[in-house]
Antibody, heavy 112, light 112 residues
């Protein structure tokens, strides 16, 4: 059974970068697609982007050039980096395998 | 982006009763490969979204047959029969036909 676990700082200062790790067990990230999703206060959800089994990426245009998703296949982990964060990036961040299996989520607050 | 209009926002139900949630998309969700990538999730308080129905009408592993999905093109419905206490929470639809993938705004299923 695949399991995903997000980790990273819960507090980030404005203008800095947000970096999160998704650790995957029970399934290789060299198969399927692996995404990052966030849920804002007020419950709106946004699919941020994904990295494929081959390492190719697709990003939500709303995030413009601020986002990067990378991976380390030797550790079966993939990563989210979001640059130049503002308070509007405060959200719970989830990693997911495709649309099927999600991690528990990590709450990230952007505040000085 | 594809806009997903999900209704109602709130749905009071009685235990043992039936619930119906609608998602309408701003364009057809039929992929060029012929599949329709419309999925339904339930998020309970403190938990991550759990997949209930994938590709319109397929129940995910372990999902009771009280949950059913239907629809085509731009109009989709999730039905819950014989509502049980563990069914209460926030329901979301997600389309993953067109990138960026987009969610409905959610429906809170609560006791009448």
């Amino acid at each position: 059974e695949v399991q995903l676990q997000e980790s990273g700082p819960g507090l980030v200062k404005p203008s800095q970068s947000l970096s999160l790790t998704c650790s995957v067990t029970g399934y290789s990230i060299t198969s399927n697609y692996w995404g990052w999703i966030r849920k804002f206060p007020g419950n709106k959800m946004e699919w941020m982007g994904y990295i494929s089994y081959s390492g190719s990426t697709s990003y939500n245009p709303s995030l413009k050039s601020r986002i990067s998703i990378t991976r380390d296949t030797s550790k079966n982990q993939f990563f989210l980096q979001l640059n130049s964060v503002t308070t509007e990036d405060t959200a719970t961040y989830y990693c997911a395998r495709d649309y099927s299996s999600w991690g528990q989520g990590v709450m990230v607050t952007v505040s000085s | 982006d594809v806009v997903m209009t999900q209704t109602p926002v709130s749905l009071p139900v009685s235990l043992g009763g039936q619930a119906s949630i609608s998602c309408r998309s701003s364009q057809s969700l039929v992929h060029s490969n012929g599949n329709t990538y419309l999925h339904w999730y339930l998020q309970k308080p403190g938990q991550s979204p759990q997949l209930l129905i994938y590709r319109v009408s397929n129940r995910f592993s372990g999902v009771p047959d009280r949950f059913s999905g239907s629809g085509s093109g731009t109009d989709f419905t999730l039905k819950i029969s014989r509502v049980e206490p563990e069914d209460l929470g926030d329901y979301y639809c997600l389309q993953s036909t067109h990138f960026p993938y987009t969610f409905g705004a959610g429906t809170k299923l609560e006791l009448k």
